[in-house]
């Protein structure tokens, strides 16, 4: 298996995948979807499409947690820092963290975050893009035969 992905195009996409499928005790646990939002020219190319602020609307509601590929400092990448993960410290996270309320305190404040809950993770609003993206996921017809062989 190391010899196939050491002469693969894209190897880091597959070989995790690969690796668990051929575990038998994991197969029963994987999901046929790698939570990617890939847009593809047609007819498809050797890449996908670069991914563009014209295509934010299709990426956020595809509730995919990952996306490709992007253009160097392409404007989409600051629009899903300011508008997805909240960067830039905007919606109550301190300046460059992602995670808002979570391990940090309410105010954003990571280092004297105290008290009896400051080990808690609070899901962020991209939570519920992964909860409607799993559920779509696990809850198709097609989804016991498009699992791990």
């Given at each position: ?51 563009t ?35 830039r ?61």
């Amino acid at each position: 298996m190391l010899m196939y992905y050491a002469n693969f195009v894209s190897s880091p996409e597959g070989y995790f995948q690969t690796v668990l499928c051929n575990a038998p005790r994991f197969v029963p646990t994987v999901a046929n979807h790698d939570l990617h939002h890939i847009q593809w020219d047609v007819p498809p190319r050797q890449h996908p499409h670069a991914l563009t602020l014209g295509d934010m609307d299709r990426m956020v509601r595809s509730d995919a947690p990952f996306a490709r590929k992007f253009a160097r400092d392409d404007p989409v990448l600051d629009a899903i820092d300011a508008q997805l993960l909240g960067g830039r410290g905007g919606n109550g996270t301190a300046a460059g963290m992602f995670v808002r309320g979570g391990w940090c305190g309410e105010s954003g404040d990571c280092e004297g975050a105290a008290g009896a809950e400051d080990w808690v993770l609070r899901p962020g609003p991209g939570a519920e893009r992964l909860r409607r993206l799993m559920d779509r996921i696990v809850r198709s017809e097609a989804f016991a035969n498009r699992q791990c062989k």
